[in-house]
Nanobody, 122 residues
Framework: QAQLVESGGGSVQAGGSLRLSCEAS????????LGWFRQAPGKEREFVAT????????YYADSVKGRFTISRDNAKNTVYLQMHNLRPEDAAVYYC???????????????WGQGTQVTVSS
C-alpha cells in the first residue's frame, strides 16, 4: 500500500522558517514527481511546489518563489519543503502528493498524504 506521511508543521511567527518533510512508503515513487499543495480554511487547495524524480525540474507558485525550496532525497524516499520568511497568508494545511509528472494541477497526482498544519502569527 502506497503511503505519504508529512511532518514538520507547527507554529511560527511571521518571518520565521519551517521545514516540512514527506516520507513515501510502499510501491511508489520510483520515477514519480513529488509535490506540495496547501489549503487554508475556506479556500481551495492550491499548488505550492513540485519536483521531478531526478530533481532536475522544480516549479513553484509565484507566491512562494524566493522563499520556499523543494528538494528530495530518493535514497530516503523523502521530499522536503524548506520555508523561509513565512507570512500569515502561508498558514494552511500542507499536503504532500505523488504523481507521474511535476504538475501544478492537483488532479494529476495519484497519492496524497494526510497533511500537516502550518500556523503563522503576525
Amino acid at each position: 500500500q502506497a503511503q505519504l506521511v508529512e511532518s514538520g508543521g507547527g507554529s511560527v511567527q511571521a518571518g520565521g522558517s519551517l521545514r516540512l518533510s514527506c516520507e513515501a512508503s510502499g510501491r511508489i515513487f520510483a520515477g514519480y514527481a513529488l509535490g506540495w499543495f496547501r489549503q487554508a480554511p475556506g479556500k481551495e487547495r492550491e499548488f505550492v511546489a513540485t519536483v521531478n524524480w531526478r530533481a532536475s525540474r522544480t516549479y513553484y507558485a509565484d507566491s512562494v518563489k524566493g522563499r520556499f525550496t523543494i528538494s528530495r532525497d530518493n535514497a530516503k524516499n523523502t521530499v522536503y519543503l524548506q520555508m523561509h520568511n513565512l507570512r500569515p497568508e502561508d498558514a494552511a494545511v500542507y499536503y504532500c502528493a505523488g504523481g507521474p509528472e511535476p504538475s501544478i494541477r492537483a488532479i494529476t497526482y495519484d497519492y496524497w498524504g494526510q497533511g500537516t498544519q502550518v500556523t503563522v502569527s503576525s
